[in-house]
């Protein structure tokens, strides 16, 4: 080898290692640290009163929470790191033992699901901390062999399905009488699937669903049994349940029954059977003034798919004309109804397909429906909040910012005002701009909340007004802000009922006349179903005078959320409503005659402000009780997995792994990995190492990792990889990627006992240098189109860059490939126009995709895949040793082909005399098959988290063979992991 491949190696180690140790360090900067006696609170400065509020209570919260599990006797934490990252613009939270016990927080303020709590930041804490303690009650010798090797290591990782992890997690958040399990809405799902015949079965709650609903049933299912669980036998049993779960490699359903001396089973029934289920008609359209609301459209084609979800409606009257739009999940789809001023009902146009958007969290229409503002999340390197308007009139969309949610646009005397959140850790403004309609917005106002209080739903309520719910504490309000007069009004909430999904109804009608303002809102009692609700508003020139609520006093199955005014209602006293009804795995459009339903009425309590109630947060620093230190990077690099065997790999000149050593130690920690040892077989020795990271959305990612290895002559060989990924989402459904690969080797390739003698040394004379390097960039507009797994559609084209160097000291093996290739492709979500039966795909999805220049081998490659028939299952098993979940499984037909070069040629594209002399003589091939493919779930404990593994088999016909004499037919295997 001479010094200029020397000086290669060299180089590829110093940009591998120097790489890592930048994004490491630009990654961990600036952080700091609060030290307390069992946590150690890590947060950047934005978090710095989320800091500070979390190091006073969380010991607290830990030591109530082994109380109340009755588990103090088992192992204490010990500087247990709490990292808090701000920058993700949505409120979750996750505990895990991987590489060692820790948990990360996202410091945020929530939406209306997670907004249940008295402090939200500490609640979510305790549900973590739920988990580490109640997921660590393991005995002294479990615990200290954990401790060694890995926290993670235990018998809990099988034993316990998701029902039960996040069960009793959710079960303490909701002792102290907040929390899912006293919220109506977190539990109208559970409450629904009883009136919808669709109880999932206990088996079912495990995390292994993976279609709608899916995330949510073992946190409010799991929830609500293990508090039956509890209340039934008692918080000793349940701690000695929880006990034999980390300490006994056995089945749940086994420790379920010595335990409590009943079959889960059972139990599960009767706790399905002890709930208090609203008496209700099980199809709300049965019950008189309720409607499907796209019955209502004469002359349109399009029905509610039985697994469609829509989930979002606005709407706007005004003397010229009305409008309702609505947004569906499944699809992405925004759709919209009109009906001109004076135009019958029986002339109203179909609705028409405005925009298709994936992560829409809200649509506001403007008072007058000139414009439609768009809050919406997307992936970037976290989750981040969007806001766009849509213009109604020009059809084209204006971008605002970033790091903006819950918008909504005012409307007066032709001018326009964005108003709009902007959140940073705890902290919460609402911000208004002025803009015009070619996108050129102008800052105005910003109003300040106190930390910890949260506007929700910001709604035009015409003339300037800006209407929203308001939450403080454990407290709700609908205010009222004007912004030409600056004056704060608000209504206090009943502190009975629990509220969500404002809507105004900006009009000189209905029950508040020519003065007043109609709010609609979605509402619920404990008991009950959300319900619809409405604030009759009557003004002066500057303050609310009069108030009223106007509360329906009846359940519909489904349950009212999202409230809009029906632009074709005529009433003079409450207006006929669309909202959105919420089955257990759909959702679908309805509206409601409101004349046909008693409404309960009452003055509401006004509280008038002459300007926002902004509160600076006091100093919550106390000198000498807590202090914030550096954090160093460095701080937890000695906790992590320890295997006291090496993972040292020998490659051969093609990068595949041939041998692994056995003798050593392997070090695995959060963000690297290390290796060492010795393998006897080979007599090799040598090291490995990779560093790592990926984004908090898992749109970016970067791996590189390096191996070197000696033997009793010397140096062997080295093999080094870089592997770094990046998605960036762009306009409404597209997405750019792209992707980088290079590897390295150099040195003696190990050969198998099967290539060469038995463990014989290499020598020089099998000296290799190879370098190979991938780049691609791909343009997608892949979506999801519907409900269904096969409800996907788009099209997608990219370039594939390829090189390839390959040298030895073996004159017959040297040479370079260079390509350059482009690929294209569309999914169609069906050939056949009808709509699919309930869990069965047979309207024939088809993907296609063709490559041009795919390799210095082939010119063109073309796959197309037809799903002749699929069918959703989601039963799984739960007594078996290793109990099994059937998510689905699906029949495909399949066409293949390829035009293979008679020789290599590179750079195809552009090097046509080595593209005219490789098509010379080139061979086509192609085949047919037909596949069957299972999704199987392993179901129970961490594994469900391992994603469905598609298993099937191809059998496949060749047409055209390669090379002629082989078996046309032939058998192929295939396996795939879904995450």
């Not at 062999?145 to 235990?154: A, D, K, M, P, R």
């Given at each position: 080898m001479n010094a200029k491949k020397i000086k290669t190696v060299l180089l590829a180690v110093i940009l591998l290692a120097g790489s890592f140790f930048y994004s490491y360090a630009e990654n961990n900067s600036k952080r700091f640290v609060i030290k307390t006696k069992y946590f150690d609170v890590i947060y950047k400065a934005p978090s710095k009163n989320t800091a500070l509020t979390i190091s006073e209570n969380i010991d607290q919260l830990y030591l109530d929470l082994r109380k109340s599990l009755k588990t103090e006797d088992f192992y204490h934490f010990e500087h247990f790191p709490v990292y808090i990252e701000y920058s993700t613009e949505e409120l979750n939270a996750y505990f895990t033992d991987y590489p060692f016990r820790h948990i990360v927080l996202y410091d945020t303020v929530p939406n209306h699901d997670l907004a249940i709590f008295e402090n939200n930041i500490l609640s979510v804490l305790q549900h973590e901390i739920a988990h580490a303690?109640?997921?660590?009650?393991?005995?002294?010798?479990?615990?200290?062999?954990?401790?060694?090797?890995?926290?993670?290591?235990?018998?809990?990782?099988?034993?316990?399905?998701?029902f039960i992890t996040e069960g009793i997690a959710v079960q303490k958040e909701s002792e102290g009488g907040m929390g899912r399990l006293n919220n109506p809405y977190a539990l109208h799902v559970l409450r629904q699937s009883v009136i919808d015949d669709k109880v999932p079965e206990v088996q079912e709650l495990t995390g292994a669903r993976d279609i709608y609903p899916s995330g949510n049933l073992p946190y409010i299912f799991g929830g609500a049994f293990t508090q039956w669980i509890i209340e039934s036998y008692g918080k000793d049993s349940y701690r000695e349940f929880t006990e034999s779960l980390n300490n006994k490699l056995l089945n749940y359903t086994y420790i379920y029954k010595k335990t409590f001396k009943a079959e889960i089973k059972d139990d599960y029934r009767k706790f399905i059977s002890s709930l208090k289920i609203p008496e209700v008609t099980k199809n709300p359209y049965d019950t008189?003034?309720?409607?499907?609301?796209?019955?209502?459209?004469?002359?349109?084609?399009?029905?509610?798919?039985?697994?469609?979800?829509?989930?979002?409606?606005?709407?706007?009257?005004?003397?010229?004309?009305?409008?309702?739009?609505?947004?569906?999940?499944?699809?992405?789809?925004?759709?919209?109804?009109?009906?001109?001023?004076?135009?019958?009902?029986?002339?109203?146009?179909?609705?028409?397909?405005?925009?298709?958007?994936?992560?829409?969290?809200?649509?506001?229409?403007?008072?007058?429906?000139?414009?439609?503002?768009?809050?919406?999340?997307?992936?970037?390197?976290?989750?981040?909040?969007?806001?766009?308007?849509?213009?109604?009139?020009?059809?084209?969309?204006l971008k605002f910012s970033n790091d903006y949610r819950d918008a909504t646009v005012l409307s007066h005397d032709g001018k326009y005002y964005l108003a709009a959140v902007k959140t940073l850790s705890q902290d919460c403004t609402i911000d208004l701009y002025s803009f015009d309609q070619k996108g050129k917005f102008t800052f105005e106002k910003s109003l300040p909340l106190k930390y910890g209080d949260i506007p929700f739903d910001l709604q035009d309520a015409g003339n300037l007004n800006l209407a929203f719910i308001f939450a403080s504490v454990n407290k709700r309000f609908i205010s009222l802000y004007n912004k030409e007069l600056d004056t704060f009004n608000s209504v206090a909430v009943p502190e009975d009922i629990f509220i969500r999904d404002l809507s105004v109804i900006a009009s000189k009608s209905f029950v508040t006349g020519q003065n007043g303002i109609l709010l609609g809102f979605s509402y619920a009692r404990k008991e009950n179903f959300p319900r619809l609700g409405f604030l009759s508003l009557k003004l002066d020139d500057k303050n609310i005078v009069q108030s009223k609520f106007h509360l329906m006093a009846n359940d519909i199955s489904g349950g009212v959320y999202s409230p809009s005014v029906y632009f074709s209602s005529d009433s003079r006293k409450l207006p006929s409503v669309v909202f959105v009804s919420k089955f257990f795995d759909n959702s679908k459009l309805s509206m409601i005659d409101t004349e046909l339903f008693e409404f309960e009425q009452f003055d509401a309590v006004l509280i008038s402000e002459k300007q926002m109630p902004v509160v600076k947060l006091p100093s919550n620093e106390k000198p000498g009780l807590l202090s914030a230190e550096t954090f160093s990077p460095f701080s937890y690099m000695f906790r992590g997995i320890f295997v006291p065997l090496s993972l040292i790999p020998l490659y051969d000149q093609e990068f595949n792994i041939r041998s692994i050593g056995l003798a050593g130690i392997t070090w695995h920690s959060k963000g690297y990995h290390v290796s060492a040892g010795f393998d006897p077989l080979t007599?090799?020795?040598?090291?490995?190492?990779?560093?790592?990271?990926?984004?908090?959305?898992?749109?970016?990612?970067?791996?590189?990792?390096?191996?070197?290895?000696?033997?009793?002559?010397?140096?062997?060989?080295?093999?080094?990889?870089?592997?770094?990924?990046?998605?960036?989402?762009?306009?409404?459904?597209?997405?750019?990627?792209?992707?980088?690969?290079?590897?390295?080797?150099?040195?003696?390739?190990?050969?198998?006992?099967?290539?060469?003698?038995?463990?014989?040394?290499?020598?020089?004379?099998?000296?290799?240098?190879?370098?190979?390097?991938?780049?691609?960039?791909?343009?997608?507009?892949?979506?999801?189109?519907?409900?269904?797994?096969?409800?996907?559609?788009?099209?997608?084209?990219?370039?594939?860059?390829?090189?390839?160097?390959?040298?030895?000291?073996?004159?017959?093996?040297?040479?370079?490939?260079?390509?350059?290739?482009?690929?294209?492709?569309?999914?169609?979500?069906?050939?056949?126009?009808?709509?699919?039966?309930?869990?069965?795909?047979?309207?024939?999805?088809?993907?296609?995709?063709?490559?041009?220049?795919?390799?210095?081998?082939?010119?063109?490659?073309?796959?197309?895949?037809?799903?002749?028939?699929?069918?959703?299952?989601?039963?799984?098993?739960?007594?078996?040793?290793?109990?099994?979940?059937?998510?689905?499984?699906?029949?495909?037909?399949?066409?293949?082909?390829?035009?293979?070069?008679?020789?290599?040629?590179?750079?195809?594209?552009?090097?046509?005399?080595?593209?005219?002399?490789?098509?010379?003589?080139?061979?086509?091939?192609?085949?047919?098959?037909?596949?069957?493919?299972?999704?199987?779930?392993?179901?129970?404990?961490?594994?469900?988290?391992?994603?469905?593994?598609?298993?099937?088999?191809?059998?496949?016909?060749?047409?055209?063979?390669?090379?002629?004499?082989?078996?046309?037919?032939?058998?192929?295997?295939?396996?795939q992991l879904v995450f």
């Open positions: 303690v109640s997921l660590n009650v393991k005995n002294k010798f479990n615990e200290t062999v954990s401790n060694i090797f890995y926290n993670g290591l235990g018998f809990s990782f099988y034993t316990e399905p998701k008189e003034g309720i409607f499907d609301y796209y019955s209502l459209f004469e002359n349109w084609n399009k029905s509610q798919k039985s697994k469609s979800r829509v989930m979002q409606v606005t709407s706007y009257i005004t003397e010229t004309d009305s409008g309702t739009a609505w947004y569906q999940s499944d699809s992405g789809e925004v759709w919209f109804s009109k009906r001109e001023a004076g135009q019958s009902k029986e002339t109203i146009k179909a609705p028409l397909k405005l925009f298709t958007m994936t992560g829409v969290e809200k649509i506001s229409f403007s008072s007058d429906g000139r414009y439609l503002a768009v809050s919406r999340i997307v992936s970037l390197e976290t989750r981040t909040n969007v806001v766009l308007i849509f213009d109604m009139k020009t059809k084209r969309f007599m090799s020795y040598g090291f490995t190492t990779s560093l790592f990271n990926q984004s908090t959305s898992g749109n970016s990612s970067f791996h590189v990792s390096a191996h070197c290895a000696f033997d009793s002559s010397g140096f062997r060989q080295t093999e080094e990889e870089i592997f770094m990924t990046s998605k960036l989402p762009f306009f409404t459904h597209s997405a750019v990627v792209f992707s980088s690969t290079t590897k390295f080797f150099y040195g003696q390739p190990y050969q198998t006992p099967f290539t060469v003698p038995a463990f014989k040394k290499q020598s020089d004379a099998y000296t290799f240098m190879t370098l190979v390097n991938q780049e691609v960039l791909e343009l997608s507009t892949v979506h999801k189109t519907g409900a269904g797994t096969h409800e996907t559609g788009g099209v997608f084209a990219g370039v594939v860059f390829n090189y390839s160097l390959l040298d030895s000291n073996i004159e017959e093996i040297n040479g370079r490939g260079l390509n350059l290739g482009f690929e294209a492709g569309f999914i169609i979500p069906n050939l056949l126009p009808f709509e699919n039966p309930e869990n069965i795909t047979c309207n024939l999805p088809l993907t296609v995709q063709a490559y041009i220049f795919p390799s210095i081998e082939k010119f063109m490659t073309f796959d197309a895949t037809l799903v002749l028939f699929a069918m959703e299952v989601q039963k799984g098993t739960y007594d078996f040793l290793l109990p099994l979940y059937l998510n689905r499984f699906y029949i495909t037909a399949k066409y293949s082909s390829a035009l293979n070069y008679s020789s290599l040629v590179n750079m195809a594209v552009c090097n046509p005399d080595g593209l005219r002399q490789g098509l010379d003589g080139a061979v086509y091939s192609d085949s047919v098959g037909i596949g069957f493919v299972m999704g199987l779930t392993i179901n129970t404990g961490y594994f469900v988290q391992l994603g469905t593994l598609n298993v099937g088999a191809d059998l496949l016909f060749d047409i055209n063979q390669k090379k002629s004499g082989t078996n046309r037919i032939h058998l192929k295997l295939c396996s």
